[in-house]
């Protein structure tokens, strides 16, 4: 089976909710063959073809899981122009409180993940001679944030990655791409889980309160992921796009330009005063 020739397919991972439901939507809006993944059952069965959106079940953790939806993708239309890869989770807490199975669990979907979904789409775009890979980041793949270094620790990764894999894939008309948000309006920090033993008692525990207060003030202000959304459909029409985009508000996203141009000293003042620590 296959889709028009004009008709462009994309995957987007994620999509039951936040920036991924947001972009699935948007890009079904403008004629693309959407399909969406969701490691919620639920999700798959109350959103399918609702909006123009395909869903999926697909659990990011699992190769049985990518290999299968990819494979179901290819069964329907033959070809995978675009993937967006969104699918993630948060974890917070001091490093010296996450234990080895949180900080392991939240690389598995965070990092790995992305690489599975990356691995299977290079194949089929590989040898269609063409495609997009864009792998959605954050502002905390640029700098590390206080209480959050094992999702920083991740978004780093995929930053990494992405840049190894933008190199390898060029001769083989294949763009990668990097999309850094900063706070937005979704589930993610609504379903942000807190390391085990700040349940107790922490040496962190004020200092890490300091801190929450204030990012639920920058979240409680943030834009909802419409305008993430808009990026990607930017990014995925533009034929030699750049390397990564950051987009949010203003005053966050200005740490970047500050991180390479201020001494290090200056940048830890000036951005842990904006952070409360």
């Given amino acids: 089976m296959s889709v028009p020739a004009n ?8 999509a039951s909710s936040g920036i991924g439901q947001a972009t699935a939507r948007h890009l079904a809006a ?9 490691r919620r059952s639920a999700a798959v069965a109350e959103s399918r073809e609702p ?10 953790d699992d190769d049985g899981s990518v290999a299968d939806a990819f494979g179901a993708i290819m069964e329907k239309t033959g070809r995978l122009d675009a993937v967006v890869n969104n699918a993630g989770w948060a974890l917070m807490g001091p490093i010296e409180d996450t234990s080895m199975a949180e900080a392991r669990a939240q690389m598995e ?13 290079l194949p089929i775009m590989r040898t269609q001679q063409a495609g997009a890979l864009v792998n959605i980041s954050s502002l905390a793949g640029i700098f590390g944030m206080p209480f959050s270094g094992i999702y920083c620790a991740g978004k780093f990764a995929v930053e990494g990655l992405s840049e190894s894999l933008r190199w390898e894939t060029r001769p083989f008309g294949i763009r990668v791409v990097l999309i850094e948000p900063g706070d937005t309006r979704s589930q993610l920090p609504a379903n942000r889980r807190t390391a085990a033993p700040l349940r107790h ?16 003030q920058d979240e409680a202000k943030a834009p909802g992921p419409e305008p993430v959304a808009a990026l990607v459909e930017r990014v995925l029409n533009d034929p030699r796009p750049a390397m990564r985009y950051t987009i949010g508000m203003p005053d966050q996203r200005m740490v970047g330009p500050l991180k390479r141009w201020l001494p290090y000293a200056w940048f830890e003042r000036m951005v842990g005063g904006a952070m409360g620590v």
């Fill in 7 to 14: 008709v462009r397919v994309v995957l987007v991972t994620g």
């Fill in 30 to 38: 403008r004629g693309w063959r959407v399909f969406g993944t969701s």
């Fill in 51 to 60: 909006n123009g959106v395909d869903m999926l079940a697909m659990n990011v």
């Fill in 109 to 121: 979907t965070n990092f790995f993940g992305v690489l599975r979904v990356c691995r299977a789409a």
């Fill in 201 to 216: 008692a922490s040496a962190y525990e004020q200092m890490f309160a300091r801190f929450q207060a204030k990012q639920a």
